[in-house]
């Protein structure tokens, strides 16, 4: 009688356990279904729209966002540099490499909860492309770090895990399928303050 | 042993059948949908300011300070609904969402005829109306059909620097949401 009742037991626990324990783990992985990766970066291009698969469904129903729409732009994502590390708010980056085709573009930092670091002086964590400085032929590079750099300076501060955004505004990649085969500027880590 | 292998096995197709419920439940069951959070922001048809300094609005405000963004309520039983913006500023963007928050229509500055904002969103049937005789305040307005009710529409705007803040944040609050 008491095995029949352990074994019902443990039936229930695995069901209900693993069930939710599965969905949740599901939704928190930052790479889940229905994310494109390009190098470091991700971005989810059908999330908050109707085409999109159940699972973004339902981590944007825990969100609750109004996401961008094809006609506006697309966001994407990293929280690693080209090594594979975790960027942190106590690190230079360099930011280098072409953006795709677009009206302009921004790229901002955030903590790991996706809120904005708090400025540096009066100086936001966040650039824009219209207000860069270009040297020579080649796309405009962005140094990121705590301390000011000539050139494009993102200043960031604090410690701890950051993520950067980097948004491409009024760009034919936010269609159907044209984000696959698109290049996007690289996290380079130029060193550390420890 | 065998009685253990069964019950184990049997709770593994359980927690398939539970997360596959979690999973096409959690959007039925979303407290905190984008029209929620906006519904304790204020009426339909009030033009709410996606301020990034309010909490309340949660992932509604994108973190991009570049941008300001105003959201607007709409029922489209209540007849076509029409946004109205006069001025200039370097981009804009709008988007519709439905009841549950989704994109489902979206434009930017350069779809529109000239700098001025005139939008118009109808319903398949509302637009077979119009059709026979535009309204003659529609006229210059861009139109769209939308197969939905209640929706959310989004107009967001980009600040290059702080300059422009002030003429963005008076465009933006210049604008007006209106049911015809």
Known sequence: MLKTVLLIFVTLAVAIGGGAGSVWYALEASRGVGSVTIGQWVTFPDFGTPQADPYSRARFAREGGLSLGQAEGIAFTTNRDTAGALLRADCRYQLTGAVPPSRFWTVYATNAAGRLLPPVGRLQPALQSRELVRLGDGPATVEIGPQPVPGNWLPISGSGPIRLVLTVFDTPISGDAGVIDIRLPQVVRRGCDD | ?180
């Open chain 2, 1 to 180: 042993m065998t009685r253990f292998l069964h019950a184990l096995l049997t709770g593994l197709v359980g927690a398939g059948i539970v997360h596959i419920a979690i999973l096409f439940l959690l959007p039925v069951f979303a407290e905190k949908d984008a029209w929620a959070r906006l519904a304790e922001t204020g009426e339909p048809y009030h033009v709410v300011r996606l301020d990034h300094a309010n909490p309340s609005l949660g992932m509604l405000t994108s973190p991009d300070p570049f941008f300001e963004a105003v959201a607007c309520r709409f029922d489209l039983s209540d007849g076509a609904l029409h946004l109205v913006g006069e001025g200039r500023i370097p981009f804009w963007s709008i988007s519709v969402y439905d009841r549950r928050g989704l994109n489902i229509y979206s434009l930017n500055d350069r779809t529109a005829t000239g700098d001025a904002l005139d939008f118009v969103v109808v319903t398949p049937a509302q637009m077979l109306t119009m059709r026979k005789e535009v309204p003659a305040e529609f006229t210059q307005s861009i139109f769209v059909e939308a197969d939905l009710t209640e929706g959310i529409v989004v107009m967001r705007a980009f600040v290059p620097d702080e300059s422009w803040r002030e003429v963005v944040s008076t465009y933006l609050n210049g604008i007006s949401c209106t049911s015809r």
